[in-house]
Structure formats: C-alpha cells, structure tokens
C-alpha cells in the first residue's frame, strides 16, 4: 500500500483520537459524577469527636455534610468558608462533619484551634463512612435535603462563591 493509502485510513482514527482528548481534557476534574447524587444518604452510624455514638441520617432538616481531615491541607482553606457559613446558616441547615480517616485527639485539637461549625462530626478513623459514602478523599462536600436525600456532591475545597450558590441552588437559601 501507498503512504497515500495509509493516510486516507489513518486519517479517521487520527481524527477520532482527537476528538476523544480534546473532550477529556474540557472537563473539570474535580466533578466526577457520584452514584448517590438523587438518593438517599447511606445509614452511617459511629462515634462522633465527643465519644458518644452518633447516627446519619438525620432528617427533617436540610444538611450540609463535609467531610474533612487534620491532614489535610485543601481543609484548612475550606474550613473558614464553612465556619462562616455555619455562623450565617445554621438555622436553615445542618452542617455536620465527617473526620475522615483521622486521629480522634487531631481532629479535636484542629476543630479547637480554627472553631467548630458542626453541630457534630463522625470520627470516621477506619474510612468505613468513606466507603459508604464513595468518598475520594477529603475535603468532599454532599449536599443533602430535608428527606434525606443526596442532591449533589462536591469534590475538592469549596470556595465561598461556590458554597453560597449551592446554598441557594439546593436549598433556596440566600
């Protein structure tokens, strides 16, 4: 076969590769689509950062479920955004935590030194809640309705532009 040939044959496949990365590389990482998005919150129960047994979901009320780490450093720039939030929303939506795969002792020295916005957060340890939840890692955000149900997930830190239009997008909240 000619180079010429080969060309001609190749050019399909050259062209629909192409096509392939260019649609790949457009899209934002940090929203991978979760599986729970539309229902409901999984039943998670474990001890919370105070040692008493705790149980999600709770419902009748909006909630804002963060998941979060000492560790991580994405969190610390996140947490200041969802302590001011907690202090402007608390009373329209639950903000609850989930210290993922952490030191209980660290968590709590790190929730005392830059303040608490939950009303409580699940020591998650063992990532047992992470599993259920599909979590990727922290810091992830899940946005969750008054009967329980996941209306949307984010990934990554949440920047306060970002959480104020969620807020009002999910829950009406201005």
Known sequence: MSGRRWAILLLPVVVALGVVLFLGLSRNP??????????????ISGVDLQGELRQ?????KPMLLNVWASWCSAC?????VIVAAAKRYSDKIDFVGVNYRDKQPDAQRWLARL??????????????????????GAPETYFIDAQGVIQDKKIGPLNETELRDKLHEIYGIN
């Open 30 to 43: 940090t929203e991978i689509p979760s599986p729970l998005v539309g229902k409901p919150l999984p039943a």
């Open 56 to 60: 999600l979901p709770i419902r009748g």
């Open 76 to 80: 610390v720039a996140e947490h200041a």
């Open 115 to 136: 303040g608490n916005p939950y009303a409580w957060s699940l020591n998650d340890s063992n990532g047992r809640a992470g599993i259920e939840l599909g979590v990727y």
